[in-house]
Every structure is written in structure tokens, then in C-alpha cells.
């Protein structure tokens, strides 16, 4: 059974200006028709630049969700492939436009970045698009399953809005045991990952880890709380100004 924990909490510099939080997750034990778990986590986080960036995060994980359950239930985990991951980013762009529309605005002011990992007992399913990053472990290794894509120029990205979204859609699937994964967005990638090595910031990791670890998968949800005490604490505000969401799921003991 997965242990996870996740929260999304707003930056200093949207507090001080009155504006809401725009990072949206979503993590669950999903179980589905063959009595089988699957570990679902999203991540998204809203353009700053976009009218209505963090309702776009929210369409993003809630459209995600329910379309990779409607596939579920209709293909066994096995038949999983980067298409059907194509067809749940198109459902969300759909999703997006047919909002936009209703409100008389467009898919750019409901730009976001989109990140995922669905883990069946036999395949990983990990895919992204725009900057943020997914850390996933094995028994034997950990590392970054994409290097934040942070488009061609500085404080630029690319979102799940753009016409041309699929070219940067990243997908990993793999038969790999996955027991550890991590989804945060860019507000903490400096924080959690190493830039100059190209893997995870391993002392910002293994403390939270180790704590879940020995959680009862009942009792994970008064984590939440303390996990969006640490993400708006201050010696993390005094590293980064901007809306951070982390998203940590277990199923190791020890």
C-alpha cells in the first residue's frame, strides 16, 4: 500500500500582492476493477503571465484524473502506452478550450505546466510537460525522470496550452519496481534538486522520506497539514518567492 503525502501552498510575492495560490495537485490510491492499487499524482502550476493560471492547474489535475480512470477502466494496466498519455493531455487542452470559450477568454489565459506518475503494480507511467520535475527510486537508484524544461530562454516554459504541446510532452514508461516518487513544482526545483550534478538534492529528500516511511497508510493525511507548514515556512520563503507544491509517495518500510 502507498504512503503520500501533498500540498500546495501560496509564494510571498502572491501574498503580498493578494492573489491566490496557482499550483493545483491531486494524489490518491486509485482502485480500479482488477482489485489492483495504482498510485496517481498530478501536478500543476499556473502561469504567472496568464489571467487565470491557477484555474488552469485545477482543470488540468481534475480532467488528468478522470480521464486516465475512464482509460483504466477500459484498458488493463498492461496495454498502457504513450498514446493513451497523448489522449489524457489532449482531454485536459480540451477541457482548457472549452472553458476558455465559456468565459470568453482564451487557452493562453489558462496556461499551467502538467506533470504526472501513475504506478501500476507491474509499469510506471511518469510524463510532463514544461519545467518542475519528477524524482522517482527504485531499490537500487534514484534520479530525475526529466530535467525541468524550462524552453528555449531564461524564466521561460512551456504549458500544456501551446498548440504545440505534444512536441514537449516527455514520456517515460517503464517496468521498473518504482518505490519512492516525488512531483514538485519549479517554485522549489532550485531547493530540490542539484543543477550541477543533474540528479536530486538528496539531503532535501531523505529526512521527508524517512518520516513517511514509517507512517500507517491510514494516518498519512495528517501529514498534509505539516507538509504545507514546511513548504510555507521561513527557511524556505527565504529561498524562493513563488507558489511551491511537492507531492511524496512511499510504499518502503524502512
Known amino acids: 500500500m502507498w504512503k503520500f503525502v501533498g500540498a500546495s501552498v501560496i509564494g510571498t510575492s502572491h501574498a503580498e500582492l493578494n492573489l491566490p495560490c496557482q499550483d493545483n495537485c ?9 482489485g489492483a492499487d495504482y498510485l496517481l499524482c498530478l501536478v500543476s502550476d499556473g502561469a504567472g503571465s496568464a489571467k487565470e493560471g491557477g484555474q488552469g492547474a485545477k482543470l488540468a489535475c481534475a480532467t488528468a484524473k478522470a480521464s486516465i480512470v475512464a482509460t483504466l477502466l477500459k484498458h488493463r494496466a498492461a496495454a498502457l502506452d504513450e498514446s493513451m498519455v497523448e489522449a489524457w493531455i489532449n482531454d485536459i487542452r480540451c477541457a482548457i478550450a472549452e472553458t476558455a470559450s465559456a468565459n470568453a477568454l482564451t487557452p493562453r489565459d489558462y496556461a499551467c505546466t ?10 510506471a507511467v511518469f510524463f510532463q510537460i514544461g519545467d518542475g520535475a519528477i524524482v522517482a527510486s527504485s531499490s537500487e537508484v534514484q534520479g530525475v525522470v526529466f530535467w525541468p524544461d524550462s524552453g528555449p530562454y531564461a ?6 496550452t501551446e498548440d504545440d504541446a505534444l512536441i514537449h510532452l516527455h514520456v517515460l514508461i517503464t517496468n521498473s519496481r518504482i518505490e519512492e516518487v516525488a512531483l ?38 495528517s501529514l498534509n497539514e505539516r507538509l504545507a507548514d514546511f513548504l510555507n515556512g521561513a527557511q524556505i520563503n527565504s529561498r524562493t518567492d513563488d507558489d511551491k507544491t511537492l507531492i511524496l509517495a512511499s510504499r518502503r518500510t524502512k
Not at 114 to 123: D, N, S, V
Not at 197 to 207: E, G, K
Request: some cysteine.
Open 26 to 34: 491531486h494524489v490518491e490510491n486509485l482502485s480500479i476493477v482488477d
Open 184 to 221: 514538485f513544482t519549479d517554485g522549489i526545483q532550485r531547493l530540490a534538486l542539484s543543477f550541477e550534478q543533474l540528479s536530486p538534492h538528496t539531503p532535501f529528500f531523505d529526512p521527508m522520506f524517512k518520516a513517511l516511511r514509517s507512517q500507517n497508510p491510514a494516518n498519512c493525511g
Open 114 to 123: 502538467f506533470l504526472g506518475a501513475l504506478i501500476t503494480p507491474g509499469k
Open 155 to 160: 524564466n521561460m516554459t512551456h504549458f500544456v
